[in-house]
Structures are given as C-alpha cells and as structure tokens.
C-alpha cells in the first residue's frame, strides 16, 4: 500500500498485521489499545459516527474504507467525525481516484492510502494535480476559506 | 439575472482545464473507461445510442441572449444545427465528439455556462418556475433561493458520490409549475407573517422511474437562514443510508419509502440539529446580493389593455388564436409571459435549429429584457413582453416556424427523445409524439379540447414525466415490438397525482385512435368548464377503458393518420 | 460490460472512444459499416468475438462494447434482430439526414 497527502507520497508510521504502532480493525481496538501505544483503526464506511465518540480520544488514526470510488459515505463518514471532535489523524484507503483527493481533503481527511496497482496506474504526480486543478470551493472547509467567505472578505 | 463574479468564473474555467486534462488522461489510458464515466458524466457527457451527447446547464431555465447565440454557435460548429430543450431546463446537444467537449465547454464559460453536474450521481440542476419574475401569482421570484442553491450544491466535496442523481426544484408562486412533487427535493417559497415572513415548505422523496412517487412534506416552515444546514442534513442522511446495492433503489425516494416519512424526519432532524450553521449557511449580505441580479427589469407603466394588440387581434385570426393561447398573465399592466412552442406539428417536440436559437435571441433581446426561459415543458418563453409587441414578436416567430398556438394544449406534447437517441429507451417517444400531433393538427379542435397535457416516455426510467401526465404514454417492449401503455389521471401541479393504467398497452400505429377515443369521451361527458384534468377527475377511468378495445373489422374507424 | 452470450449469429458493437460513433467489429480492427462486421456463427466465432470485447475494453480506442444478434437476409446481409441495434444502424428515424442513413448506408435495414 502506499500513503499519500498534500505533499505528496509519505512514509507510513502505522503497520498492519502486528507491528507497532499498529493499524486494527475495529472490532480489535480494545485490545490493541491495552497494549499502549498510539493505534489506528480502519472502520467500514457503514459504520455509525456516533458509535465511535467512545473512541475519538483514545486512537491516533481512523482509516475509513472505501470499496468503490463511486461510493461516497466515506465523506459523510469523515465530516461527521471532525464535527463530533477527532482531531487525530484520517485517512480515507482503498478505491479512490486523484480526482477525488480535494473532497477528501475538504471532507476532513489528512491521507489517501492506495494499493501499489493504483499507484502505479495514477502516480502522485496525477493526486496533486488534481488536487490543483481546482483551488476554489463554494463550501466550507479546514482545507481553505469557502468563496462565500472571499466575498466577506473582499467586501 | 445573475452575473459571475470572479469566483464563480474561476470555478468554471478550472473546472474545464481540469476536465480537459481528464480527457488527455483517458486517452492516455491512466484512467481507465469504468473511473473515466463518472467523471465525464459530472461534466455532462453521455454516451447514447449513436453518439455522444452533452447536456449543458440552465440554471433554473434562465438564459439572455449573448448565451442563446452561443449555444446556437455551438450547435453549428460542434453538433448537428440543433439542440433539445429538456424536462430540466436543460439543452442538450446529440452529436458532440469526446475531443471537442473541451473547446465547447470553454466556449460555454466564455457566457458564464457549463456542463457541471448535470449527469451523475450529484446535485443536478435546480430547476424553477420558469415565469418567475412574472408570473401574476408570485410570492417571491424563486432564483435567488435557486441560485444559491446552485452554488452550494456545486462541487460539493462532501455529496459527490451519492448513491444516485438528486434532483432539486424551486417554486414561489401559489401554482406550482416547477413540478416540486416528482423532485428529489421540493422547495416552496411561502410567506407567514407569525412565522417571521419568507421562509420554504420542504418536501422530500419525489420521483419518477419505476417507482413513481409523490414527495412528502417534511417542514412546513423552514426558516430561510436555514435552508442550506437543512439541504446538507437531507443530503448527509442519504448519503449515508440510501441504497448502493440496487440502481433501481438508490434515489431518496426509495429510502423515505423504507424508513416511512417519520423516520426519516427523525435522521434528518438529529443531523440537523448537530450542525454548525454558522460554518454552512451565508450571511444576509450575500443573500442580497444575489437577489439583487433578479431585481425586477425596469418595467413600463402601461395601461392593462393594449389597443395596439387588440386592433391586430381583430385583423388577423391566427394571431388573435396565438394571443388565446400562448399568453400567460403578468404581475404588471401592459405585459406578457409569452411561450414559444418548441412542438410544431408533426415536429421533433422540444428540438430548436441554431436559427431558431438566434431567432429567440434577437427576440430576448429587443422585447423581453434580455432574458429568455426554458421551461420543462420543453418550450421556451419571453417573460416579459408588452402586450404592445406582440404582433411584431408573433411576426418574427411565424417567419422562424416557431409560431405554433398550441401551449398548454393537445399538440404541446412532452416527450423524451426515447429510443431514436436514447440507449436507455425501450421503445421510441418521438414518432408517438408526431403522430398525435399530426392527427390533432386542426387549431379549432384543439381549442376545443381545451388545456391537455399528454406526456410521453420510451422507457421505465420515465424522463418524459409520463407518470404526472394528463395522459401519459409509456413505450416499452413486447415480443420484440414496440408497445405503448396509456395511464390516465396524473398530475404535476400542486394537486400531484400519478396516473393509472387504462389497461394492456397497443401497438404505437394504435396510439392516435386511443388518444381520439379518450379525447372523444371527454367531450361527451364534460360539464360546463370542465378541463379533461377536471373530468377525469370527476368521472375516473373506467368510462375511458373501451378506448383501448380493438375497433371491429364494421366500425366506421377513421384512417391513421 | 455485461458479457452475457445472445444467440447466434451475433456481432460485436461498440463506440468510438474519441468521437462516439457506432463501430462494428470487422475481421481486423473496428469498422463503421454494419456489412462489414465480423459475424459469429457458432461457439468459436463467439469466442472470437468475445475475446474482442475484452480486448476493446482493456484498449483505449473504443468503448461499451456489446454482443448483438443478427439475422442474415436472403441476399447474406447482416440484419440486427433487435430494432434498437437496427435503429443504431441507420440513425434517428425521425431524422432521415442523421446518422450512417444519410450517406444511404445499412439501407437495407429496416424497422
């Protein structure tokens, strides 16, 4: 897998499949946290923001699953896990394409995580890019000021 | 209307180096056919049955000239002479090469339009009553709510891959000629005075398709610094519930249905409630200055009646037939909404030539304050023209074959392009259409026959809105031949209703005699003032089946058309 | 694309990635002209025909490839069975001057 953000391609400090610090799914958070490192957890796309407020402040990366690129829950996902007040790290991993790195980003995400067959198809120099290709928003977001806010702001 | 400033003008061009940049990737092959569809179809590129077709946005149906001749350039220099007007206020181009989109998409940015979302699992275009800022029973024009909407709905990072298209319509007038039922999303502009004033009646899970269904109100009061935390409530709530697993179960519609209304109130309300507004909603000075564009024009005080008018009325009976019927009543003395019947007889319904276009251009221009609608009755309109002008505006349309009184009537059939274009389709719409048209030619019948609304889809995914027509028709397939079913009873208006079968569908060669038929029942039965809507009403179906009935080899059947 | 197999004879047709027009596949490459498509016949001529589905949509000039089945008229002429693939062959009949029927191509299909 490779991890990219706004900078580019960057190195992954989480591992999976038993090393530290570690990258869980879900169901096995308890008892990776009990062995008290920072730890990720990779939540399916279905799952309900509200059942993870137990756990905003004790993992240091979510990871949401995106299946299909098509399948945009992931952003409603993410939105609603910085409303409810994570402010560690989130990554959206699987099937998503340059295109869609500025709505993850505006969504909340801090990374794309993709598989080496992805990377190589649409190397990162496609993800920034696209990521400039289109600077401006009509909606709020952490990642820049909406255009409803310019105009307050030029006005 | 409204104007870009520079960000809205950014956003488009960036938005079209970006998809110029997408098609370079697609031919190179770093993005492959199955990712390159969604995007190009959020840039409004399809692919039909022989050829590619690019729909192009109109926001709420609202154009000025300089746009119309551009489209009308664009029609002659990237596409076959002619464009369609469609059930969105769209128009849409048939024969567009995937190399050329860029070009045409910069030269639509050149007027301040584009082809953002109209295809796709997105926001689409927010459609609106297109006589607004003329329509006599207005309570507020309703593009400014609709333009906003426009802006926040675009590029929205977080609903861009919903698990289906969302469609959104806006009205502000008593009647409802935005069709708000059949919309994903229904907005009605109402004023209370003990709610604190302007402020929208919410309604949810319309559609058409297979699933036809009429939308639910879901606030009866909505105040208006609240719409847009409102709007991305709905939105989050179905983007996170509606179903991904069936295309034929993923509108809202379909989630509002499976969790009944209250439910689904119950989600959108907690949402809502958990929101920062603040972080979503625009201030009141960017509310006014998108009002501002739709100020009214600098009307004319004039007198109620024109003698100029009345004089050539009695002159000249096919204008005095067109002032009957393509006139609508206007907020202001002296003035008109005047409709322009994309339906000629025997004509492709909806389709205008690039001549056509300029025609409606120069007309926009010189009589109606530079501004032209599309309606999504597929016919466009001059909303504010004076009485006074009429004639010579009634002159210039004869000349152009734009002229045909028929708005509102028999002959001003809605219809999809159905199976001639349309891969989607299961049987044609078109030819329906002509022949119906053919067969009701004569003016005088038609008046008659009085305010009729037939409705025509070439398939179940019912983009021609057969479902909420007076009478609709619905083509599909059997044993390998083309076959219509006629459904009766429906609906658009604010008394939405969806029709019912009449019973086993016919063959299209039978169409025109089964519409004679039902026409002819009507007339035998209709009590003083009684539209066909009315009668059916009153009487419902069954005396309108035997119109189905094959005729007997005796029976004095008059000749197809 | 769904690759489910129809009955024999069948061709293959497709679109045009850079321009959208309706191709058919030939013998060698991709034509426009419905009689010179390559017809399948029996099982191998299928899998001919399939394997240039799949390989139409791993390339990148042409797209939404799709099996149909044809008839063979009296005079050998290939005649799409359904009339959505024979209106695809000539173009719009409600518009005589568009598509391959304005250059009088596929004239004698009919629906």
């Known amino acids: ?155 | 209307m409204y104007r870009y400033d520079e960000f809205d003008a950014r956003i488009v061009r960036e938005r079209v180096a970006q998809f110029r940049d997408q098609v370079a990737r697609r031919l190179d092959g770093s993005l492959s056919e199955e990712e390159f569809v969604q995007i190009r179809q959020m840039n409004g590129l399809y692919l039909q049955l022989h050829a590619y077709m690019l729909r192009v946005a109109i926001p709420y149906g609202t154009l000025n000239s300089r746009q119309t001749r551009q489209l009308a350039m664009i029609a002659e220099r990237y596409d076959r002479g002619y464009g369609h007007l469609t059930t969105r206020q769209n128009i849409q181009f048939n024969w567009p090469r995937l190399v050329d989109v860029p070009d045409i998409l910069d030269d639509l940015a050149d007027v301040e339009m584009h082809c953002i979302q109209t295809s796709g699992n997105c926001i689409r275009n927010v459609t609106a009553d297109h006589l607004a800022g003329a329509a006599a029973d207005e309570i507020e024009d309703p593009r400014p709510t609709a333009e906003l909407i426009r802006q926040w709905s675009t590029l929205h990072p977080e609903f861009s891959y919903l698990p289906r298209k969302f469609k959104i319509a806006v009205t502000g007038a008593t009647h409802d000629r935005a069709a708000l039922a059949i919309h994903d999303i229904g907005i009605q502009i109402l004023y209370d005075e003990d709610r604190g004033g302007f402020g929208y009646r919410i309604s949810v899970g319309g559609g058409m398709g297979r699933t036809p269904m009429i939308g639910k109100v879901i606030r009866d009061f909505l105040p208006k610094e609240q719409l847009l935390s409102y709007l991305e409530a709905v939105l989050r709530a179905y983007n996170l519930e509606g179903r991904r697993d069936n295309k034929h179960k993923a509108r809202i519609k379909i989630l509002v249905h499976e969790l009944g209304l209250p439910a689904f109130k119950a989600r959108v309300e907690a949402i809502f409630a958990g929101m920062d507004r603040d972080r979503i909603e625009v201030d009141q000075a960017e509310r006014d200055r998108i009002a501002a564009y739709f100020a009214p024009p600098p009307f004319a005080d004039l007198p109620a009646r024109s003698e100029v008018l009345e004089a050539a009325r009695r002159r000249d009976p096919a204008l005095d037939l067109f002032a009957r019927t393509n006139l609508t009543a206007h907020k202001r003395a002296g003035y008109t909404a005047l409709t322009i019947s994309a339906k000629p007889v025997g004509g492709v319904p909806g389709d205008v030539t690039a001549d056509q276009l300029r025609v409606l251009a120069d007309l926009a221009e010189t009589y109606s304050f530079d501004e032209l609608r599309i309606s999504h009755m597929q016919n466009a309109v001059l909303p504010h023209v004076r009485l006074d002008d009429v004639p010579a505006v009634w002159a210039r349309l004869v000349e152009a074959g734009l002229a045909t009184a028929n708005a509102g009537l028999i002959g001003d059939i809605i219809a999809c392009p159905g199976m001639d274009y349309c891969k989607l389709a299961t049987a044609r719409s078109i030819p329906i259409a002509q022949a119906i048209s053919r067969r009701f030619a004569d003016p005088a019948r038609a008046r008659e026959i009085g305010p009729i609304g037939i409705k025509i889809s070439g398939c179940i995914n019912a983009c021609g809105h057969h479902h909420v027509g007076q009478i609709g028709i619905l083509g599909l397939e059997r044993q390998g031949v083309e076959n219509y079913q006629i459904t009766l009873g429906g609906d658009a208006s604010e008394h939405a209703a969806l029709g019912e079968r009449l019973g086993p569908g016919v063959d299209a060669e039978a169409v025109p005699e089964v519409i004679e038929r039902i026409v002819a029942v009507y007339l035998e039965t209709r009590e003083e003032g009684e539209t066909f809507a009315d009668t059916v009403r009153r009487i419902g179906l069954d005396p309108f089946r035997p119109a189905l009935a094959a005729p007997a080899p005796q029976e004095g059947v008059r000749e197809a058309a | 694309m769904a690759v489910k197999a129809p009955s024999l004879p069948a061709i293959l047709t497709a679109n045009a990635l850079i321009d959208g027009v309706v191709l058919y596949a030939a013998r060698e490459g991709w034509t426009e002209r419905l009689g010179e498509a390559e017809v399948a016949r029996d099982a191998d001529g299928l899998a001919r025909l399939e394997a240039a589905l799949r390989a139409a949509e791993a390339a990148d000039g042409v797209i939404d490839p799709v099996l149909v089945p044809v008839a063979l008229d009296a005079a050998g002429r290939i005649v799409p069975d359904h009339y959505r693939d024979r209106i695809r062959a000539l173009g719009p009949t409600v518009r005589g001057d568009l598509g391959p029927q304005a250059a009088g191509e596929h004239r004698h299909v009919s629906l």
Not at chain 1, 43 to 66: E, Q, S, Y
Not at chain 1, 67 to 82: E, I, K, N, V
Not at chain 1, 104 to 118: K, P, S
Not at chain 1, 137 to 145: E, G, L, N, T, V
């Open chain 1, 1 to 155: 897998m490779r991890l990219l953000d706004r900078t580019g391609w960057i190195a992954d400090p989480f591992v999976r499949d038993g090393g530290r610090p570690t990258l869980v799914p879900f169901a096995q958070a308890e008892s990776a946290i009990a062995q008290g490192d920072p730890i990720g957890i990779e939540i399916a796309n279905t799952t309900d923001a509200g059942a993870l407020d137990p756990w905003l402040g004790r993992v240091d990366l979510i990871a949401i699953l995106f299946p299909q690129h098509r399948d945009g829950r992931g952003f409603s996902l993410a939105r609603q896990l910085r409303e409810r007040g994570f402010a560690g790290r989130l990554r959206a991993t699987g099937a998503l394409i340059p295109d869609q790195f500025g709505f993850a980003l505006a969504c909340g995400f801090d990374e794309v995580e993709i598989d080496e067959t992805r990377a190589g198809r649409q190397p990162v120099e496609q993800w920034l890019a696209a990521l400039a290709a289109i600077d401006l928003a009509y909606q709020d977001s952490a990642a820049r000021p909406s255009i409803f806010e310019l105009r307050r702001r030029a006005a």
